[in-house]
């Protein structure tokens, strides 16, 4: 009898760390479709609110990874502008999308590698050693490119991002197949292998992880790679979404990424994630910012209202730890 309460008190917990990013995405469908003039959502519009959740997806995928190990990562802006700037100068060189496209993705591995190498090896605090390169990759790309935007042919690669899709029966843009493959490989990282039970066993309380014999400066290193890789992915597409390579964008995406997945239920003290759940805040927060340019409200009034986005999730996120301790 006992087991059983337990199991399915376990299970409401699962279902609410689900079922809570989905309630909070239709309140704020909701509020926005109360405001005048109330506008709706075409299809044509939620397709381009798919398109747009994806690069901050993508990132909040390898977030998702670092923050289910108690970790953060605060260079995931720079490394997208830095793995975007890498594509641009090769396709603007000519080496064709078979050297670029790998490059890119390797340059974002790098730098997920580096951060875990600051935090993991030298056992640097990771919100300073990852704002420490967030500037320092932000430099690089900006070194890299002479500080201008590296126009390059796309060979292709913006029918990726287009909202309507090159095949009618694709339904939404190859990008959006692309995050929900990510996503269903996040998802079995994290909780169908020995790597993602050890990242989550290790966020969750590294002393009994290191007494259960798990390698966590290894699994830690692991998981800012991997982030690092995703940010390269997302950087491809941020790429074929401007064109070309910029130095200079995604400043201040980390805001939008950390929003994401933890409206998406994971701790930010980690040892719990959930990968649906990060893809519902990226959904939610590319539906905000598309609502507020509909009604044509300033882009700073979007800054604030997904800082406090961040407050109340987080602030959820609390209360809910105290209640279940």
């Given at each position: 009898?006992g087991?059983?309460?337990?199991?399915s008190?376990?299970?409401?917990?699962r279902?609410?760390?689900?079922?809570?990013p989905?309630?909070?995405?239709?309140?704020?469908?909701?509020?926005?479709?109360?405001?005048?003039?109330?506008?709706?959502?075409?299809?044509?519009?939620?397709?381009?609110?798919?398109v747009?959740a994806?690069?901050?997806?993508?990132a909040?995928?390898?977030?998702?990874?670092?923050i289910?190990?108690?970790?953060?990562?605060?260079?995931?802006?720079?490394?997208?502008?830095?793995?975007?700037?890498?594509?641009?100068?090769?396709?603007?060189?000519?080496?064709?999308?078979?050297l670029?496209?790998?490059?890119?993705?390797?340059?974002?591995i790098a730098?997920g590698a580096?951060?875990?190498?600051?935090?993991?090896?030298?056992?640097l605090?990771?919100f300073?050693?990852?704002?420490?390169?967030?500037?320092?990759?932000?430099?690089?790309?900006?070194?890299?490119?002479?500080?201008?935007?590296?126009?390059?042919?796309?060979?292709g690669?913006?029918?990726?991002?287009s909202?309507?899709?090159?095949?009618a029966?694709?339904?939404v843009?190859?990008?959006?197949w692309?995050?929900?493959?990510?996503?269903?490989?996040t998802?079995?990282?994290l909780?169908?292998?020995v790597?993602?039970?050890?990242?989550?066993?290790?966020?969750?309380?590294?002393?009994a992880?290191?007494?259960?014999?798990?390698p966590?400066?290894?699994?830690?290193?692991?998981?800012?790679t991997?982030?690092?890789?995703l940010?390269?992915?997302?950087?491809?597409?941020q790429?074929?979404?401007?064109?070309?390579?910029?130095?200079?964008?995604?400043?201040?995406?980390?805001?939008?990424v950390?929003?994401?997945?933890?409206i998406?239920?994971?701790?930010?003290?980690g040892?719990s994630?959930s990968?649906l759940?990060?893809?519902?805040?990226?959904?939610?927060?590319?539906?905000?910012?598309?609502?507020?340019?509909?009604?044509?409200w300033?882009n700073?009034?979007?800054?604030?209202?997904v800082?406090?986005i961040?407050i109340?999730?987080?602030?959820f996120?609390l209360?809910?730890r105290?209640?279940?301790?």
């Amino acid at each position: 009898m006992g087991e059983t309460t337990i199991d399915s008190f376990a299970m409401w917990r699962r279902s609410l760390r689900v079922l809570t990013p989905l309630a909070g995405l239709l309140v704020v469908v909701l509020i926005f479709l109360a405001i005048p003039p109330h506008a709706g959502v075409t299809v044509d519009q939620a397709r381009t609110v798919a398109v747009h959740a994806v690069i901050v997806g993508i990132a909040a995928l390898g977030a998702t990874v670092v923050i289910a190990n108690a970790g953060l990562d605060l260079s995931v802006g720079s490394v997208i502008a830095l793995s975007g700037v890498v594509a641009a100068l090769l396709l603007r060189a000519e080496h064709g999308l078979w050297l670029a496209l790998p490059a890119a993705v390797v340059v974002g591995i790098a730098c997920g590698a580096y951060n875990g190498g600051l935090v993991a090896g030298l056992r640097l605090p990771a919100f300073i050693a990852t704002l420490g390169t967030l500037g320092f990759y932000r430099g690089v790309a900006k070194w890299i490119s002479e500080s201008r935007t590296v126009s390059a042919p796309t060979e292709g690669l913006e029918h990726l991002v287009s909202p309507r899709p090159p095949q009618a029966w694709m339904l939404v843009a190859p990008a959006v197949w692309i995050l929900l493959s990510l996503a269903a490989a996040t998802a079995f990282l994290l909780h169908r292998t020995v790597l993602g039970r050890h990242l989550l066993a290790s966020g969750g309380n590294e002393a009994a992880a290191r007494r259960c014999g798990i390698p966590v400066g290894r699994v830690r290193f692991a998981a800012y790679t991997i982030a690092g890789g995703l940010a390269g992915v997302a950087g491809v597409l941020q790429f074929a979404r401007l064109r070309s390579g910029d130095p200079t964008v995604a400043i201040g995406l980390e805001l939008d990424v950390i929003a994401a997945v933890v409206i998406g239920g994971a701790s930010l003290s980690g040892g719990s994630a959930s990968v649906l759940g990060t893809i519902v805040g990226a959904v939610m927060i590319a539906y905000l910012r598309n609502r507020c340019a509909v009604l044509g409200w300033p882009n700073y009034v979007q800054e604030m209202i997904v800082g406090h986005i961040v407050i109340i999730a987080v602030a959820f996120d609390l209360w809910r730890r105290r209640r279940t301790t």
